[in-house]
């Protein structure tokens, strides 16, 4: 099964991806870790992303796809997926179903960990002090859940018309968070 997560930063994706991963036997695609690995290996890709980055610019829709593709077309994660921080656009989406359409897949399942700001303004005080994230502080955490809050009508819209959202509290402890998404995706894989 594809699995979609989505949720503000702070949200708690990460340890719930993970979670994801590693009970249901999963692979998790992070389009930051797929850029990342770009860069690492030197690749011509990777140099062209690196100073994409290093200049301020947004990686383009269309080298993030291609990315995507080399990911889903790979034979070893057919419909083993946990897309996370992706799809970030309804555009984005609609290149994500044509993707996995052409090898075969589609979505299964489609996550959203709601949170109030103030739950996020504290996590990610939390994971500043234990983590020592630089791009954690209050003031960028605002940003970015504004940012998150104003993109993602669209694309969450959308996937409630599919009937494929489903709304989990992300204001509940990580263990009660855990237990809803399994109960929610052993639903569906019945």
Same mark, same amino acid.
């Given at each position: 099964?594809?699995?979609?997560?989505?949720?503000?930063?702070?949200?708690?994706?990460?340890?719930?991806?993970?979670?994801?991963?590693? @009970?249901?036997?999963?692979?998790?695609?992070?389009?930051?870790?797929?850029?990342?690995?770009?860069?690492? +290996?030197?690749?011509?890709?990777?140099?062209?992303?690196?100073?994409? /980055? +290093?200049?301020?610019?947004?990686?383009?829709?269309?080298?993030?796809? +291609?990315? &995507? #593709?080399?990911?889903?077309? !790979?034979? %070893?994660? @057919? !419909?083993?997926? /946990?897309?996370?921080?992706?799809?970030?656009?309804? &555009?984005?989406?609609?290149?994500?179903?044509?993707?996995?359409?052409?090898? *075969?897949?589609? &979505?299964?399942?489609?996550?959203?960990?709601?949170?109030?700001? !103030?739950?996020?303004? @504290?996590? /990610?005080?939390?994971?500043? =002090?234990?983590?020592?994230?630089? *791009?954690? !502080?209050?003031?960028?955490?605002?940003?970015?859940?504004? =940012?998150?809050? +104003?993109?993602?009508?669209? %694309?969450?819209?959308?996937?409630?018309?599919?009937? %494929?959202?489903?709304? &989990?509290?992300? #204001?509940?402890?990580?263990?009660?968070?855990? =237990?809803?998404?399994?109960? %929610?995706? #052993?639903? /569906? @894989?019945?």
């Amino acid at each position: 099964m594809n699995i979609v997560i989505f949720g503000p930063p702070g949200a708690g994706k990460g340890t719930q991806s993970k979670f994801i991963v590693n @009970k249901f036997k999963l692979h998790q695609l992070s389009t930051g870790d797929l850029l990342r690995n770009e860069i690492a +290996n030197k690749t011509n890709l990777g140099s062209k992303i690196s100073s994409i /980055i +290093n200049s301020g610019e947004l990686v383009s829709d269309e080298i993030v796809g +291609n990315l &995507i #593709e080399k990911f889903i077309s !790979n034979g %070893l994660y @057919k !419909n083993k997926i /946990i897309f996370d921080g992706y799809p970030r656009t309804l &555009i984005q989406a609609k290149n994500l179903d044509f993707l996995l359409k052409k090898y *075969d897949q589609k &979505i299964d399942i489609v996550l959203k960990l709601s949170v109030s700001l !103030n739950t996020v303004k @504290k996590r /990610i005080l939390e994971r500043q =002090t234990q983590e020592n994230r630089g *791009d954690d !502080n209050e003031e960028v955490a605002v940003k970015r859940f504004k =940012t998150y809050e +104003n993109s993602s009508k669209d %694309l969450l819209d959308y996937y409630e018309r599919s009937d %494929l959202l489903k709304v &989990i509290n992300g #204001e509940a402890g990580i263990s009660e968070i855990s =237990t809803e998404i399994s109960d %929610l995706i #052993e639903g /569906i @894989k019945g």
